[in-house]
Structure formats: C-alpha cells, structure tokens
C-alpha cells in the first residue's frame, strides 16, 4: 500500500504515545496459539487475556498491545485470543482457557457478535473468572446480573460519531450529491449505532442522496471489492463515501488511488488508524473518530484485574462505572492538525489505576 504523508509524526506516536515495545509480528504468534514472553507468572497472579477479531486490523491490534502494556505493569501472563470473525472459535476459544486458567483469569473482550457476550458472560460467571466486554453485547444483559464476575462493559456511543462523520462528508460535498456507505458486521452494536447516525445526518440533508449501502464485515479486502464495483455502477455520481470504521474507509481509498480519484471524492471513517489519520493529512479522507484502543485494551484489562484480585467492590460501584460510554477524539480535515499537536507530538499518559477518568455517561438502556 502507498505511503501517505504524515509518516514522521507517526513514528513519534507509535515510540512515544503508543508505548509499543514489541512488534505486531509478536502478536501474530499469539493469535496461532503461542503466548505473549511472560515476564513473570507467580501461581496466585491471574492469567490476564484480550479477545478480539482480527490483527490485521490496526484497531484491534493496537487493542492487543494495550492489555500487552497493562500486563506487563503487574507482572501477569498475557494472551491475545483472535476470533478470525468466527463466533463458535471465540467462544471455545474462551471456554479452553478457563479450563486451562481454572477460571484465574482476568479477561477483557470485543465480542465477534453481540449474543456472544451473554454465552460468555456465564461461562466466565461459572467459572469465577472476570470479564469486561467492549463494544458488543446484548441491551438485556448488564454486568450487575453476574456480581461480581462480570465487572464493566464498555463502550462508545456510535450514534453522534456516525452522525458527525456523515455530516463531516456533506460538508466536504458541498451539501448535496450521491453518497454510498459501507456499513460493519449485522447484529453488531457499534454497526448498528453508527448506522443509524448516518440516517439522522441524512434525514437532515435532503439534498443528499444515499444511492447504496452494503455491509463489508469492518474489512479493507471487501470494503475495496465493494467500492471497485460501485465506481462501476455509479461513476460520477459520487460525490462522497461514508464508511463505518477506517479500515472499510482505506479499503474504498485504495478503490479510489487505482482510478485516479483520490482526493477527489471525500471520505469519512471512524477509529482514528494511523493509515486514516495520514490520509487525513495528505487530503484524501476528510474525518475519523480517535477510540485510543490503547487505552481501550489496556484499561478494559485494568478494570478486569481489579474486579478479580478484589482491588474494588465491583457490587458497590455505581451503574455509571459498570456500563458506560468513553471519550472518542473527532478527526476532521478542520482539526487533523491541532490532533496531530496534541495526540501525536506529545505523549498522552496512562494511569491503569484511574479506572473511571475517562467515562463520558452510562449507556443509555433498552
């Protein structure tokens, strides 16, 4: 893939903001089964594990890599657990470890589906293991069911993200035009949200017109497929893509770069990746919404370790710290300069044990 600009602020944001200490090439043996080096494992310490979909997503390896850095700041044994899409894998996944662990284990986990997190939720719960999830589960399932093996779960309210972003687009669009968008995995809950910001920003700008949305399961391979097909179909009259995570969003750039209109046809995404932020930069994307999965990964790994060694009451804490929303940073052509100032040149830090500082509300219920 081409090389954007903005690669030098990059290098400093992955040494210094990131605190990556290990390469991805690490990861990928953990995801074929062998376990992160462990600096330590003392028999009355935790095992301590993040699940996630995919490494060949930059989000979720950088998800990775935060519970890497948590682990290591208490000493535990860490393993990156990848369900490759598959739901019945990350869940057996799930189960083989708690038999493996018996049930010593501190886990912190993206579900593949929502109807996942409730399996997994009660296989933790049975085996005294504790468990925050990210991003996805169901609306009836809440963590105060399982005290106090299910200790939070966190996540992102998708609705404005999705709906800035669109507007960001039509901005960028002149405020009319055709718009196709890639949309996430189907019973997925940031998918659904971000989704239905979309339709709030498009209900708003009649002069909009959405000519086609499709699924592209969060990945660059389809997203590209789906977007070469469209540029087909509709040629000159898109006027913007929307697309519900970046790697979708650099997917339809590298459509775009293979017919010569990039920069020509603004796009938006959402997680704030290194290749979005550059394209950002360079003046073929328009926006992104920043999650910080470091911090995801490793204060979701936190939380789990403090609910297991009994750091915290987990029943006594309030609802707003055991279901709530985080803090995403906005991206856009307007601000790409003053994020890369503040996110890029200097160095955010990370507190593990400020569990709650960055909750921006509970997740709204039902």
């Known amino acids: 893939m081409r090389k954007s600009l ?49 490494l060949t997503n930059p989000y979720h390896a950088s998800f990775a890599k935060g519970g890497e850095v948590f682990a290591k700041s208490v ?27 018996g049930g010593n ?23 005294k293991a504790s468990v925050v999830t990210i991003w996805n589960k169901p609306a009836d399932l809440h963590p105060w069911d399982f005290n106090p093996y ?13 709906k800035l972003m669109a507007e960001t687009l039509i901005r960028n669009m002149g405020g009319k035009g055709g718009i196709v968008a890639l949309g996430g995995i189907f019973n ?3 998918a659904i949200e971000r989704k239905a910001g979309l339709d709030e920003a498009l209900k708003a700008n009649p002069d909009v017109e959405l000519l086609d949305f499709q699924v592209a399961d969060w990945t660059e391979t389809k997203a590209f497929e789906i977007t070469s097909a469209w540029l087909t179909r509709f040629g000159d009259s898109i006027k913007g893509i929307w697309a519900a995570n ?3 969003a650099i997917g339809a750039l590298e459509a775009l770069r293979g017919e010569g209109l990039a920069g020509n046809i603004p796009i938006t995404g959402i997680d ?7 394209a950002i930069k360079a003046g073929e994307m328009v926006g992104t919404v920043d999650w910080d999965p470091i911090w995801v990964g490793g204060m979701g790994l936190s939380i789990a370790y403090h609910g297991h060694t009994g750091a915290i ?19 856009t052509d307007q601000t790409v300069d003053d994020f890369i100032k503040n996110y890029v040149e200097n160095t955010p830090t990370y507190d593990w044990n400020d569990l709650w500082g960055r909750v921006s509300g509970q997740i709204r219920q039902g």
């Open 313 to 331: 009451d987990v029943a006594a804490e309030p609802q707003l710290h055991r279901e709530f929303y985080g803090t995403g940073v906005p991206v």
């Open 105 to 127: 284990l501190a886990l912190c986990i993206d579900p593949n589906d929502s109807p996942d997190a409730r399996i997994i939720v009660e296989a933790c719960a049975n085996a």
């Open 6 to 54: 903005g690669t030098q602020f990059w290098e400093a944001k992955l040494a210094r903001r990131r605190m990556l200490q290990t390469s991805l090439a690490g990861l990928g043996a953990v995801s074929m089964g062998m376990p992160l080096a462990r600096v330590s494992f003392a028999a009355d310490k935790p095992q301590l594990a993040n699940s996630l979909r995919s």
């Open 272 to 278: 704030g990746i290194k290749q979005a932020v550059d």
């Open 75 to 101: 000493d535990c044994a860490y393993e990156v657990l990848v369900t490759e899409g598959n739901s019945e894998k990350g869940i057996a996944d799930v189960k083989a470890l708690l038999a493996r662990t």
């Open 188 to 190: 997925n809950v940031p």
């Open 246 to 248: 970046d790697s979708m």
């Open 150 to 162: 299910y200790v939070a779960h966190i996540s992102f309210d998708g609705v404005p993200y999705g």
